[in-house]
């Protein structure tokens, strides 16, 4: 493959990743809105750890474990953010 063959796969991959990033977040906000409606905590750490222990379970790598924790962390953070932002609006 060359370079510009390459890059075209990666593009299609970071759309697809946009998408999937676009949804999870919705799912997250409509987590968010259960948890305001019982009262509940948008912060889990319990429920944070299971996402990572999973997703390390199921790394194939190349990635290292240590690098897919840092990339959930940080979408996770996001969506936890949004789901702050919005609640605190309605």
Avoid: H, S
């Avoid at 997250?28 to 259960?34: M, Y």
């Avoid at 990572?52 to 190349?62: H, L, S, T, V």
């Avoid at 474990?65 to 609006?89: H, N, P, S, W, Y």
């Amino acid at each position: 493959m060359t370079i510009d063959e390459i890059r075209e796969e990666i593009d299609a991959l970071d759309d697809e990743l946009l998408k999937i990033f676009n949804r999870r977040a919705a799912l997250a906000l409509a987590i968010g809105e259960i948890k305001k409606a019982e009262g509940r905590a948008v912060y889990d750490p319990k429920r944070e750890q299971k996402i990572f222990e999973r997703m390390k379970a199921a790394n194939p790598g190349p990635l290292d474990d240590g690098a897919i924790v840092r990339f959930f962390e940080r979408v996770i953070d996001e969506t936890r953010r949004l789901e702050r932002i919005r609640t605190k609006g309605e």
